[in-house]
């Protein structure tokens, strides 16, 4: 089901069809290089797709398959999710992509349309990102969706950074 569109993308439900095209991109050692789990294997892969069906089904949101219009190949997904932070519940903007995709755009493409998404269709006032602080690109990211560092803190062992933005 199609959830929104840009001028190059369409988001998506992710769905178990979609297992091969995620192990391209999960599956790479540096894609993942910035994740808490790090490169998925396959029951991995399964678990993220199972993890994915249950937020849509309970939340009505979560992550989405980014499909490139030029080629209808699923090119890693954006989407937002609840994160429990220093015990608050925080609304966390969440984006991966392909190698072949970096440095085009494309993950700000998508996370400006979520985050818009987010605000008209649930009401979301405030978006978070928890980002480590040598990932710069997905720093740069947050911040041209307008985000600001709010602060630095410990998350699952990792030192990251807190970027948000409060919507008005």
């Not at 992710?14 to 790090?38: C, H, K, P, W, Y």
């Not at 984006?95 to 818009?116: C, D, K, N, S």
């Amino acid at each position: 089901m199609q959830i929104l569109e840009t001028s190059r993308l369409t988001l998506r439900y992710i769905t178990a069809r979609d297992n091969q095209a995620l192990m391209r991109i999960l599956g790479d050692e540096e894609v993942m290089r910035f994740s808490i789990i790090g490169v998925h294997n396959s029951g991995q892969i399964k678990q993220f797709i199972e993890q994915r069906l249950l937020s849509y089904l309970e939340y009505g949101f979560g992550l989405y398959a980014l499909i490139h219009k030029q080629n209808q190949e699923l090119i890693g997904y954006c989407g937002f999710f609840i994160q429990s932070i220093e015990e608050r519940k925080e609304v966390e903007v969440g984006y991966r992509l392909a190698r072949p995709y970096w440095g085009q755009g494309i993950a700000t493409e998508a996370a400006r349309a979520v985050v818009e998404y987010g605000q008209q269709r649930f009401n979301f006032q405030r978006f978070v990102c928890l980002i480590e602080t040598g990932n710069i690109r997905s720093i740069r990211v947050a911040t041209k969706l307008g985000m600001k560092l709010e602060k630095k803190l410990i998350y699952h062992g990792l030192d990251v950074a807190m970027y948000s933005m409060n919507c008005e």
